[in-house]
């Protein structure tokens, strides 16, 4: 695990401890539990199926008739992720 210092509002602190208090846990622990409730809430873990339907729609984007780079195969990163085309 990573060590990390964030400065709290002292209401969210009491709150913290609160909570620790109630369900016999350790600060760092309820702290680390509603760090990941929220992160999964804003920002979910992608499922490796739903990866893939993702990357599908991807590839759908990608020209495959009339105006495709002759350089395609070549600078494959610079058309599917973008940054500079090798040289």
């Known amino acids: 695990m990573q060590r990390i210092s ?3 509002p002292e209401d969210t602190r009491k709150r913290i401890n609160i909570v620790a208090k109630a369900k016999s ?3 760092s622990e309820v702290i680390r539990d509603a760090l990941e409730e929220g992160l999964e809430k804003i920002h979910p873990k992608s499922t490796s199926a739903q990866a893939l339907l993702n990357f599908v ?3 759908e984007k990608i020209p495959t008739k009339g105006n495709v780079p002759k350089d395609a195969v070549e600078n494959m990163d610079y058309y599917t992720w973008g940054g500079s085309k090798r040289k």
Do not use: P, R
Request: glycine content about 0%; cysteine-free; charged content about 35%.
């Open 6 to 8: 964030v400065y709290i």
């Open 57 to 59: 729609k991807m590839i």
């Open 25 to 27: 846990k350790a600060e």
